[in-house]
């Protein structure tokens, strides 16, 4: 995700965000730093939505997209979530 709003996705299966790899991952890694709570289970789930702007990021529920039984920003941090998928790890 830029710092023009954009926002950084976790595909299915992957370990990083939008375009995948090892700049997508440190880009996560950098947002999530940026967090003002930890964000719990959500950092290392294949769900998790990034939003960011200038001066914020935010944790966004991929999975209230299509389910209303998530909440769409949860409060952080998740400690528990049924909806949680570890993300897979990235191959050698």
Do not use: I, K
């Not at 996705?9 to 880009?27: D, F, L, M, S």
């Amino acid at each position: 995700m830029s710092q023009d709003g954009e926002t950084l996705e976790a595909p299915e299966g992957g370990a990083g965000g939008a375009g995948g790899g090892e700049q997508a991952t440190a880009e996560r890694r950098r947002l999530l730093a940026r967090l003002g709570a930890p964000p719990g289970l959500c950092a290392g789930c294949v769900h998790l939505r990034l939003l960011a702007s200038p001066r914020s990021v935010f944790v966004r529920c991929g999975l209230a997209a299509t389910d209303p039984a998530f909440p769409r920003y949860p409060a952080l941090p998740v400690v528990r979530c049924a909806g949680f998928r570890p993300l897979a790890e990235p191959a050698p």
